[in-house]
Nanobody, 124 residues
Framework: QVHLVESGGGLVQPGGSLRLSCAAS????????MAWFRQAPGKEREFVAA????????YHEDAVKGRFTISRDIAKDMVYLQMNSLNAEDTAVYLC?????????????????WGQGTQVTVSS
């Protein structure tokens, strides 16, 4: 079992920035692909970004490419999502997920473990 806990969400003005963190524990962290998803009220959960085992490969969805950056610190068992130039469309619960895979999947079903999420609200 892998346990994931997100933090760093909050209320931010349009154009502002936030850095989300995901703390992993319970299993060998380096064997898992990590990802961020988000889910707005009444909408389906959507993929945001993923990062490989060693942190050398990343993939960001087009909607956030150039604004969001996923990274990981293996020594600290941490995954981050730096979010810049936020707008109202980014408002959602952001969830951290992990998969015992070698491919950076974008589909929810490939990720076995999930955190509870952290709320990000972008509003003036």
């Amino acid at each position: 079992q892998v346990h994931l806990v997100e933090s760093g969400g909050g209320l931010v003005q349009p154009g502002g920035s936030l850095r989300l963190s995901c703390a992993a524990s319970g299993r060998t962290f380096t064997n898992y692909v990590m990802a961020w998803f988000r889910q707005a009220p009444g909408k389906e959960r959507e993929f945001v970004a993923a990062i490989g085992h060693g942190g050398g490969t990343t993939y960001h969805e087009d909607a956030v490419k150039g604004r969001f950056t996923i990274s990981r610190d293996i020594a600290k068992d941490m995954v981050y999502l730096q979010m810049n130039s936020l707008n109202a469309e980014d408002t959602a619960v952001y969830l951290c997920a992990c998969a015992r895979e070698s491919v950076l999947y974008t589909t929810r079903r490939m990720y076995a473990y999930w955190g509870q999420g952290t709320q990000v609200t972008v509003s003036s």
